[in-house]
């Protein structure tokens, strides 16, 4: 399969913890990788690999997945995180294809 | 730092030929990274069409495959999407970006350039 699922809208709570998950196929060879992106912005990138975080990043990113499905974790969300986010990774049946999820509008209350 | 910058008309005619370019800044084209763009329509999320190495290699959407064409520049240190047979529905927001070997993801993005489809 080449699609990855995603939650359309998540809420949470400020200082709660959240997590935005992604479902595909492909997860069971690829780590996904999760982009911020806020209005009128180009995607940046927040995960990557198993759990890593760019330069710049606060540590309350944080990503882990299992079988089928990767997650994102925000851990004390603050209301500056409130944005789209998005999950990517390389296509499982081997032709280097790159494929995104949905996205999932991240809305803090 | 790596920097990409894309160019290219705002506007083309249903039918025509979007063409845009994306210049690298800062690093070298010829670096172990595939380049990539990507696209959002008004609204919407984000649809990889493809990418280069500087190489020369392709990979392509299969859905837009028969109408995307992606080549490179190393002279000019920047690579370019031809997308055919434009309609509305390409209507988007087009980024450049860079797929970084080490990290498999996108961690750098141009600032996008918005492409209307009208007559």
């Known amino acids: 399969s080449s699609e990855l699922t995603q939650d359309p809208a998540v809420s949470v709570a400020l200082g709660q913890t959240v997590r935005i998950t992604c479902q595909g196929d492909?997860?069971?060879?690829?780590?996904a990788s999760w982009y911020q992106q806020k209005p009128g912005q180009a995607p940046v990138l927040v995960i990557y690999?198993?759990?890593n975080r760019p330069s710049g990043i606060p540590d309350r990113f944080s990503g882990s997945s299992s079988g089928n499905t990767a997650s994102l974790t925000i851990t004390g969300a603050q209301a500056e995180d409130e944005a789209d986010y998005y999950c990517?990774?390389?296509?499982?049946?081997?032709?280097?294809?790159?494929?995104f999820g949905g996205g999932t509008k991240l809305t803090v209350l | 730092q790596v920097q990409l910058q894309e160019s290219g008309p705002g506007l083309v005619k249903p039918s025509g030929t979007l063409s845009l370019t994306c210049a690298v800044s800062?690093?070298?084209?010829?670096?172990?990274?595939?380049w990539s763009w990507v696209r959002q329509p008004p609204g919407k999320g984000l649809e990889w069409i493809g990418e280069?190495?500087?190489?020369?290699?392709?990979n392509y959407n299969p859905s837009l495959k028969s109408r995307v064409t992606i080549s490179v520049d190393k002279s000019k240190n920047q690579f370019s999407l031809k997308l055919s047979s434009v309609t509305a529905a390409d209507t988007a927001v087009y980024y450049c970006?860079?797929?970084?070997?080490?990290?498999?993801?996108?961690?750098?993005w141009g600032q996008g350039t918005m492409v209307t489809v009208s007559s």
């Open positions: 970006a860079r797929d970084d070997d080490y990290r498999n993801a996108f961690d750098i």
């Open positions: 800062g690093g070298s084209i010829s670096s172990s990274n595939w």
């Open positions: 280069i190495y500087h190489s020369g290699s392709t």
């Open positions: 492909s997860l069971r060879s690829y780590y």
């Open positions: 690999g198993k759990n």
């Open positions: 990517n990774s390389r296509d499982s049946s081997g032709n280097h294809h790159v494929v």
